[in-house]
Structures are given as C-alpha cells and as structure tokens.
C-alpha cells in the first residue's frame, strides 16, 4: 500500500502563482444593451463578451465577429458620418471604431474609466458622449471606515470625447496602453459633463436636446449645450427609462408593472399618463420613430404595444423567456426583443410574426428546489455538446460553427410566470446519458415542490437522423430523487442510482405485441446494506459496474448482478462520484478526500486531501482532472484546476484561473491538433467555453516546483528514500521521480516502522507478507566508525545511536556471542533468523526477557519440574522452579544470587 500523499493543491492557495490564459472558442452571453439594427434592416448587432458579432437578420447566423477589445462588450452605436463603420464601447477602457463590412479596426480611444454606454446627440457632431461608474471621492484624503463605506456607494458619470481632437491608438502598435492605466486625463479631449448619485444609467433624447440619467428612485434631466440640470424624484423603484422622440416627455417603468408618462421640462404638472398591464416589473421600455406607440416587456415574456392616444393594447405572448431590452429598428418595419435565456428574436411589426431568431448558449432554466444540471456530453456521431437550455429541455451545440444545432423539449410545457412572489416548481432535466452507440438517449426529470410527493421521471428517447422519439416513460423509478445514471459501454443497458439505497439495471425488450415494439424494462434491483446510493460508473470493458453506497464502493457483474467486492473508504464522509480511469484504476471521492484504488488487489493506490468541486475523466488518455473548491486570495476568488494519471499523485499539470474565468463545467474533448491529446474544455459563468491558451506547460512545470517544495526538505529526503526502499524495494522503472519524492515527502523522517503501518486499517496488508522486512528492519546492522576512550568517532562528532541500536564494549560483545549460542537452542524454528542475535543483549541490560524466551523456558522447567515430582519427591521439583526462576533473571542480578548462594554453602560449612 501506498502511504497517502499531502494535497497539493492545498499548498498552491498560499502561493502566488501566474494565472493561466484561457482563449475562447465558442459561446458567450448577449448584451441586454448593445443590441442595433442597421439603417438597411438586414443585419443586427449584437455584444458577446468581447467581441461584436454582426448577424444576418434572415438566417440568424454570425457573419463576422469583431474582436479587439480584452473587456466585455456594453455598447455599440453607428457612426453618424459614415453607416459602414461602427463605435463600440468596453470595460477595458477603451472606445474603438470598426469597418463592420470588412471587420478591420479603424482607430482606438483610450478614456479614463470603464465605458458603459455610448451615443451621439443631433447638433454636436464631431462628439460622442459616453458613461461610466466610479465610488463616490473620498473627503480629505482619508480612509472610509466599513459605516462610511456603506454610504459612499456609487455615482454615475457622464463625459463627452471629442474625436477630433483626442488622439487615437494606432490599432497596429504592438504595445498599447494595459487596462490598468488610467488613460487620458479629464482636459481638451475629455470633459465632464455631469456626476450624481441619481444618475447611474443614461439614456439620451434622439433629437439632442438632452439627456436623462436614472438611478434607484431618482432621475436627472441635463442640457449638455447650457450645463443645466433638473432632478425628478419616484416613490416607486425605477427598472427602465424611455425618452419621447417628439414631445418633451419621458416614460419611466417601475418594480410595480407600472409606465408612467412624465413631462421632461415643467414640474407643474409632471405625470401626464400612466399605463399599467404587467403584473411584475418592466423591464425595458421604448418608443417607436414618431412617438405614437410603445413598446413595454417584462417577466410575463409577453411583447406589449401601446397605442397611445387611445389606449389600445395588443400583445405578441408565449415569447418563450422573460423580455430583458428591446430595441426598433430605424423606419419601424421589425422589432428585437433581447430575452433572459440569451436570445434574441426579430419580430415582422406589421404581422407580429418571429421573421428571425438569434441564439446564444440559453442560459440554464431556474427552477425552485431543484438545480437543473445534467453536465456536459457528447453527443455520438455530430460531436455536437449537449447540456442543460431552456427549462425542460437539452441543447446541442455545433462548438466549431458557434452556433446552438438544436434544441430538444424534454418536458412538454409552456413558460409561465410566477404569481406575485411565489415561486413556480416545475419538472427540470437533472440528468442526461446516451448509449455507447448513439442510437439511445435517457433523460432523468425530477420536481419537488416540498409539500408534495417528488415527481420522478425516467426517458427513453430513439434517436433516428437526429430526430428524437419517446419511447418508454417510467414514472416514479425510485422512491426520491435519482443520483446518477450511467450506460454500458458495449451493452444496451443503462443503470440508475437513487437515494432510496436502490439501484436499478434496465434493458431493451420486445413487448411481443401486434406491433412488436421495443420499450425499456428494469431488468434487477439491488441494494448493499440499505445505503444510499449515490454514484455509479461502469469500467471501459464494462466487465465491471461500481456503485456508491454510503462510505463503500461496491463492485459488481453487471451481467449477473452478483456483489464481486465491497471496499470501505473513510468512514467519516459519503463517496459523491466514481469514475474509471485506464484499464484496472477507479477514482472515488467524497467531500474532503479524493482516492484512486488499484482494482487488481483492491488496495489503495494514492489518496489526497482535495474538496472536489468539479471532476471529469478522460479513459483513453488515464488522466482526470479536477477543480477543487474556490478560495478567496487578495480578496479575489480563484480557482485551480489539476490533472492527474492515475498512477500518480503529483498532478502533470494545473491551471491557476481568476474569477472571471473561473469554470463552472470542465470536460475533456477530443484531439483537435496532429498530437492526438485531448484538450481541457471550460464552460464558466458567463455561458462560454475556453480552452487553456497554448504554452501552458512550461508555467506548468514552474507551478509543479512551487507546490512540492514546501514539501520536501533535503536533510529528510535521501533519508525518506532510503527507508522507503528498505520496506518495499527500489521502485519500477516506469514510476516518475515526482511521485518518489511526494511519497518520501510524506515519512518526513518518521521511524519507517510506523510509517508502515500508518495507513487505514482496511488497506493494511496481511502480517505474513511484511514480518519479514519488518524484522530485518529492526535487526539491521549499523555501520560503526572507529571508537576512542570517551566514546567519541575520529572526527570528534558525537554518535548517535538509533532506538534499536547498541553500544558495546568488547567484553559485551563477546558475551552476546556466547549468549546467542545459547539462546539459539531455546528458539522456535520459526524464529530463528541467524546468528545476528545480539539486540537480545540490551534486553538482559535492562532487565526485561523476551515473551517468546520467557515462555519457551517456562514450559520446558515445567516438564521438567513434572518429572523431578514423581521420581524425587516435592524437593527436587521445588529446585527446579528455583532454577526456572534463575534462567528468567538478568545477567547481572544472577550474578549476584550466584555469589550470595556460594557465601551460604560457605557460612553453612563453617557452621
């Protein structure tokens, strides 16, 4: 058994290490507020992360993608001389003007703070107007105290760029400005137009004559040409603000479902209307060209259009997901609705029919009581990703085109919105597998609403030409939720976990009717001692099925069903996932530790102490990677991932992430490049998957360094080895140094004797196999330099004798020569171990007598002490035992019974 290794990656949180770069390949969310439809009504704008993506109104597809800026994308705004180029604003600082025909960046504008929105007024060409946030100055220089923080909060900040006059960044320099500078300063290119607390979002007047910033219950109209300003005040919270094309009037939504009407200019009387249908907040709200209608969206994901001089409403509903913007486009023929499942649809204003569709990555359903995650798969045969889309259903998306394939409903129902402030329960998809062959998909779907019984569902679906068909529904497969599902990998045959301690084998059978149709049955139950299962994985030959349950991991046929072996891991924690890795490898793990059991004997290869967070396997390659839990250093959450072999505890590389990047999903995908590795997928918060950048690996052998050093220590490590070896043998030449040195790592420069047996007690190996390395261990000889008078070495270092070593003068060790003799006849046969028996000398020294010697002599002076009673009598047997006592003396003190018995013969004859 492998003694078990510290955590690396416990020791990586304290150091500070490179973060690693990550590029995007696929995915990314839809900006609610960089949505803009070209003056020619064919192409659409949309912000995804870091780039603009131009898209054809038509198809819904991505022509092109402009990419330049390293922050996310919150602005984009035609250019007012020229409709073929387009402003785009970012995080990073920075204002870019692109040719969106040929996607070629013009020019860049650096600024002093992160861009949020941008626009242009009529009447002041050669300026746009952009806004950003900041905290509030600080008074005097001083340091706000945790109260006054509190109170500072944020302002919004509204400036004007001339273009003519600032300087642009060639975008061909090598070396721009980093995000960290702070640009310009406030002067001739850049001026501050306004700053408030009331005014954290902007939204400006098409004809120019000014422009409103709105905050929680405020909202401030500024005239950029006079410098004036007005400020308004709501009892109400603002969601959502509109500016009237024509009259001097603002529409402003509310947390209420309300839209009220306000005149911009007099305060006299300011509410001229108010109009009200959402039974929940409004979340966007605008006007179309000439001002006589209005558009309003919100969580009821119903488009509403108001005329408004008679009231009239007419309503496109069922749009699918909660409407989060809106925007029209320039003469009014179509409308575009931005939704919270990061899509966008293009609306036909004369017929309100959807023309168009544009789909991100849908963000995952949110249900109540129930997290809809099925993970990440691959689908057989496309290689299209499957995870979790809108609620009840599963998407597949085309990671090479950028694109969502398709889309499968799972659970047959329509988006309904919550009444008041009750949550909605609803069936989610909470598990996903296919067969080996790709011609079978099983969905798990599960709702518990908590008064209720839990509503379990078990799918099977018939792919045919990518189309999917129901098949076989079960309802109510196990008693409470199901943990995990699993499929054979040459066999058509799934397996389910549930936490009733059930798991259940089912398989396809012909149902022997007229029509002889193929429907799914359970094939066997079982159970180990009633405990829960959790987890279960099957091998890549699929001669073997693991199952959790409680802290065991039970082996068993998965032809038969008959339990192989039942393996106890640590008793304290529950196994929460299994994986096989290579071809005789299982990796289990449970919330604190993470171990890898050789199956050939059943016995634990290596363990470490991680808190799995995320886990993914590749089988072809024996490596797995794993993301333990985050950890907060300089107030900034991070993350690392490391990727193991299964033979061997030291990870063979680990990627340091920031909190941006930080991965929510990871899997492993298949070769991409000549080499045939497979590459690390990231999926993170923001819907995108990343791939770590190339030239990870020598940051990766730094990192590698960093984290063993504090573990080994050099006076320890040659020593370490050498104990190792003494126990177990030299090592097997396909073995990596690292692993040696993480095991030697872990002695530490204990006595390897209690190294040997400081393991659990379930992978301690029988007595008989180690009695003999044990024993020579104890009975090693020490090599003994040359000894003056005063017991010091030549050099005149002092000696320093181990726990079992012993010192003697000559005349000692001609006694333990004499003693062994001795000693040696008394010995079993299975004991006796050579004439090296001089360790028993320190024994008599102080006094103590070997149980095995004790007892050796006491049956033999009692056969003895037998004998001499039936033929002498009582006296002869009582000097036997006198004898017997004698033999159990030490040396020294029989010395003394010996001299003190020669002066009473002699006082006895004198008498």
């Given at each position: 058994?492998?003694?078990?290794?510290?955590?690396?990656?416990?020791?990586?949180?304290?150091?500070?290490?490179?973060?690693?770069?990550?590029?995007?390949?696929?995915?990314?969310?839809?900006?609610?507020?960089?949505?803009?439809?070209?003056?020619?009504?064919?192409?659409?704008?949309?912000?995804?992360?870091?780039?603009?993506?131009?898209?054809?109104?038509?198809?819904?597809?991505?022509?092109?993608?402009?990419?330049?800026?390293?922050?996310?994308?919150?602005?984009?705004?035609?250019?007012?001389?020229?409709?073929?180029?387009?402003?785009?604003?970012?995080?990073?600082?920075?204002?870019?003007l692109?040719?969106?025909?040929?996607?070629?960046?013009?020019?860049?504008?650096?600024?002093?703070?992160?861009?949020?929105?941008?626009?242009?007024l009529?009447?002041?060409?050669?300026?746009l107007?952009?806004?950003?946030?900041?905290?509030?100055?600080?008074?005097?220089?001083?340091?706000e105290?945790?109260?006054?923080?509190?109170?500072?909060?944020?302002?919004?900040?509204?400036?004007?760029?001339?273009?003519?006059?600032?300087?642009?960044?060639d975008?061909e320099?090598?070396?721009?400005?980093?995000?960290?500078?702070?640009?310009?300063?406030?002067?001739?290119?850049?001026?501050?137009?306004?700053?408030?607390?009331?005014?954290?979002?902007?939204?400006?007047?098409?004809?120019?004559?000014?422009?409103?910033?709105?905050?929680?219950?405020?909202?401030?109209?500024?005239?950029?040409?006079?410098?004036?300003?007005?400020t308004?005040?709501?009892?109400?919270?603002?969601?959502c603000l509109?500016?009237?094309?024509?009259?001097?009037?603002?529409?402003?939504?509310?947390?209420?479902?309300?839209?009220?009407?306000?005149?911009?200019?007099?305060?006299?009387?300011?509410?001229?209307?108010?109009?009200?249908?959402?039974?929940?907040?409004?979340?966007?709200v605008?006007?179309?060209?000439?001002?006589?209608?209005?558009?309003?969206?919100?969580?009821?994901?119903?488009?509403?259009?108001?005329?408004?001089?008679?009231?009239?409403?007419?309503?496109?509903?069922?749009?699918?997901?909660?409407?989060?913007?809106?925007?029209?486009?320039?003469?009014d023929?179509?409308?575009?609705?931005?939704?919270?499942?990061?899509?966008?649809?293009?609306?036909?204003?004369?017929?309100?029919?959807?023309?168009?569709?544009?789909?991100?990555?849908?963000?995952?359903?949110?249900s109540?009581?129930?997290?809809?995650?099925?993970?990440?798969?691959?689908?057989?045969?496309?290689?299209?990703?499957?995870?979790?889309?809108?609620?009840?259903?599963?998407?597949?998306f085309?990671?090479?085109?950028?694109?969502?394939?398709?889309?499968?409903h799972?659970?047959?129902?329509?988006?309904?919105?919550?009444?008041?402030?009750?949550?909605?329960?609803?069936?989610?998809?909470?598990?996903a597998?296919?067969?080996?062959?790709?011609?079978?998909?099983?969905?798990?779907?599960?709702?518990?609403?908590?008064?209720?019984?839990?509503?379990?569902?078990?799918?099977?679906?018939?792919?045919?030409?990518?189309?999917?068909?129901?098949?076989?529904?079960?309802?109510?497969?196990?008693?409470?939720?199901?943990?995990?599902?699993?499929?054979?990998?040459t066999?058509?045959?799934?397996?389910?976990?549930?936490?009733?301690?059930?798991?259940?084998?089912?398989?396809?059978?012909?149902?022997?009717?007229?029509?002889?149709?193929?429907?799914?049955?359970?094939?066997?139950?079982?159970?180990?001692?009633?405990?829960?299962?959790?987890?279960?994985?099957?091998?890549?030959?699929?001669?073997?099925?693991?199952?959790?349950?409680?802290?065991?991991?039970?082996?068993?046929?998965?032809?038969?069903?008959?339990?192989?072996?039942?393996?106890?891991?640590?008793?304290?924690?529950?196994v929460s996932?299994?994986?096989?890795?290579?071809?005789?490898?299982?990796?289990?793990?449970?919330?604190t530790?993470?171990?890898?059991?050789?199956?050939?004997?059943?016995?634990?290869?290596?363990?470490?102490?991680?808190?799995?967070?995320?886990?993914?396997?590749?089988?072809?390659?024996?490596?797995?990677?794993?993301?333990?839990?985050?950890?907060?250093?300089?107030?900034?959450?991070?993350?690392?991932?490391?990727?193991?072999?299964s033979?061997?505890?030291?990870?063979?590389?680990?990627?340091?992430?920031?909190?941006?990047?930080?991965?929510?999903?990871?899997?492993?995908?298949?070769?991409?490049?000549?080499?045939g590795?497979?590459?690390?997928?990231l999926?993170?918060?923001?819907?995108?998957?990343?791939?770590?950048?190339?030239?990870?690996?020598?940051?990766?052998?730094?990192?590698?360094?960093?984290?063993?050093?504090?573990?080994?220590?050099?006076?320890?490590?040659?020593?370490?080895?050498?104990?190792?070896?003494?126990?177990?043998?030299?090592?097997?030449?396909?073995?990596?140094?690292?692993?040696?040195?993480?095991?030697?790592?872990?002695?530490?420069?204990?006595?390897?004797?209690?190294?040997?047996?400081?393991?659990?007690?379930?992978?301690?190996?029988?007595?008989?196999?180690?009695?003999?390395?044990?024993m020579?261990?104890?009975?090693?000889?020490?090599?003994?330099?040359?000894?003056?008078?005063?017991?010091?070495?030549?050099?005149?270092?002092?000696?320093?004798?181990?726990?079992?070593?012993?010192?003697?003068?000559?005349?000692?060790?001609?006694?333990?020569?004499?003693?062994?003799?001795?000693?040696?006849?008394?010995?079993?046969?299975?004991?006796?171990?050579?004439?090296?028996?001089?360790?028993?000398?320190?024994?008599?020294?102080?006094?103590?007598?070997?149980?095995?010697?004790?007892?050796r002599?006491?049956?033999?002076?009692?056969?003895?002490?037998?004998?001499?009673?039936?033929?002498?009598?009582?006296?002869e047997?009582?000097?036997?035992?006198?004898?017997?006592?004698?033999?159990?003396?030490?040396?020294?003190?029989?010395?003394?019974?010996?001299?003190?018995?020669?002066?009473?013969?002699?006082?006895?004859?004198?008498?």
């Open positions: 058994p492998t003694p078990p290794c510290q955590c690396p990656a416990r020791h990586a949180q304290s150091i500070d290490m490179e973060e690693s770069e990550v590029v995007r390949v696929g995915g990314g969310p839809i900006s609610t507020s960089a949505l803009l439809f070209d003056l020619a009504t064919r192409h659409v704008f949309t912000a995804a992360a870091s780039a603009v993506c131009v898209h054809s109104i038509e198809t819904g597809a991505t022509i092109r993608r402009l990419e330049g800026h390293s922050g996310t994308v919150t602005a984009v705004r035609l250019n007012p001389d020229n409709h073929l180029q387009l402003y785009s604003g970012a995080l990073d600082k920075t204002i870019r692109w040719d969106y025909k040929d996607a070629v960046l013009l020019r860049t504008f650096e600024v002093n703070l992160p861009v949020r929105g941008i626009f242009f009529e009447g002041s060409p050669g300026v107007f952009w806004w950003s946030q900041r905290r509030f100055p600080k008074a005097d220089g001083k340091k105290s945790g109260a006054a923080k509190k109170k500072v909060g944020r302002q919004g900040v509204l400036q004007r760029l001339n273009l003519v006059a600032s300087a642009a960044v975008p320099d090598d070396d721009p400005a980093s995000e960290d500078q702070a640009g310009p300063a406030v002067g001739e290119p850049i001026e501050a137009v306004f700053e408030g607390k009331a005014a954290r979002n902007w939204v400006a007047d098409p004809q120019g004559r000014y422009v409103v910033g709105y905050g929680d219950r405020d909202w401030v109209v500024v005239w950029p040409g006079t410098g004036k300003s007005k308004f005040n709501s009892r109400r919270r603002i969601t509109a500016c009237h094309p024509v009259e001097q009037s603002i529409a402003v939504g509310n947390d209420q479902g309300r839209i009220a009407l306000f005149n911009a200019v007099t305060s006299d009387k300011p509410v001229q209307a108010t109009y009200h249908w959402h039974a929940h907040a409004v979340s966007s605008i006007f179309n060209s000439d001002g006589t209608y209005m558009l309003s969206g919100g969580l009821e994901a119903v488009l509403v259009i108001w005329q408004l001089e008679s009231g009239v409403k007419r309503f496109l509903p069922r749009l699918g997901s909660p409407i989060v913007g809106l925007n029209i486009s320039l003469h023929t179509h409308y575009a609705t931005v939704h919270e499942d990061n899509s966008v649809q293009i609306i036909d204003a004369l017929s309100l029919q959807v023309v168009g569709q544009i789909c991100g990555l849908r963000n995952e359903a949110k109540s009581g129930s997290p809809a995650d099925c993970g990440l798969l691959v689908e057989p045969g496309t290689g299209h990703i499957v995870l979790n889309g809108s609620l009840g259903a599963l998407q597949f085309n990671l090479e085109r950028d694109t969502v394939a398709k889309e499968q799972v659970v047959d129902r329509i988006y309904i919105s919550r009444t008041e402030d009750e949550d909605v329960f609803t069936m989610t998809v909470e598990k597998c296919f067969s080996q062959n790709g011609e079978w998909l099983s969905t798990v779907e599960f709702r518990d609403d908590g008064e209720t019984e839990p509503d379990v569902r078990l799918k099977f679906w018939s792919v045919d030409v990518n189309k999917y068909a129901l098949t076989t529904s079960a309802d109510a497969a196990h008693k409470g939720r199901i943990t995990s599902l699993s499929a054979h990998p066999e058509l045959l799934f397996v389910t976990t549930g936490a009733d301690g059930r798991f259940k084998a089912w398989g396809l059978q012909e149902s022997g009717g007229v029509n002889n149709k193929q429907t799914w049955q359970c094939l066997y139950i079982r159970s180990y001692l009633e405990l829960p299962c959790t987890s279960s994985a099957f091998s890549a030959d699929g001669s073997l099925l693991a199952i959790g349950t409680g802290h065991y991991v039970t082996l068993w046929n998965p032809v038969t069903c008959d339990l192989i072996q039942a393996i106890s891991t640590i008793r304290t924690e529950i996932g299994l994986s096989f890795c290579g071809k005789s490898d299982l990796v289990s793990f449970g919330d530790h993470l171990t890898v059991w050789n199956l050939l004997n059943c016995s634990v290869r290596w363990r470490a102490k991680l808190s799995v967070d995320l886990f993914c396997t590749d089988r072809a390659q024996t490596r797995f990677a794993v993301a333990p839990r985050s950890y907060k250093a300089k107030k900034q959450l991070k993350q690392t991932i490391l990727e193991f072999t033979h061997s505890p030291v990870p063979i590389s680990q990627h340091n992430l920031n909190a941006y990047n930080a991965a929510t999903k990871i899997m492993y995908r298949g070769a991409t490049d000549d080499t590795s497979p590459t690390l997928l999926f993170d918060h923001e819907r995108t998957f990343k791939e770590i950048a190339d030239g990870r690996e020598s940051a990766t052998e730094k990192s590698i360094k960093k984290i063993l050093a504090p573990l080994m220590t050099s006076e320890s490590e040659s020593k370490a080895r050498q104990n190792f070896e003494s126990l177990f043998g030299t090592p097997s030449a396909p073995r990596r140094i690292e692993e040696e040195r993480a095991l030697d790592a872990h002695l530490g420069g204990k006595d390897p004797s209690q190294a040997l047996f400081d393991v659990p007690t379930h992978v301690v190996p029988p007595m008989d196999t180690v009695a003999g390395s044990f020579n261990l104890l009975l090693r000889k020490r090599k003994r330099t040359s000894v003056d008078e005063g017991g010091a070495d030549v050099n005149g270092t002092d000696e320093v004798a181990t726990a079992m070593s012993v010192d003697l003068v000559d005349e000692t060790v001609s006694t333990s020569e004499k003693v062994n003799a001795k000693v040696a006849e008394r010995l079993p046969d299975g004991v006796k171990g050579g004439s090296d028996l001089g360790f028993l000398v320190d024994y008599f020294r102080r006094g103590k007598t070997p149980e095995i010697l004790k007892n002599a006491t049956e033999k002076m009692k056969k003895k002490s037998k004998k001499a009673s039936k033929k002498n009598g009582s006296a047997a009582s000097n036997a035992v006198q004898a017997n006592d004698e033999v159990h003396q030490p040396v020294a003190k029989r010395k003394k019974t010996k001299k003190s018995s020669k002066k009473k013969d002699s006082s006895g004859a004198k008498a």
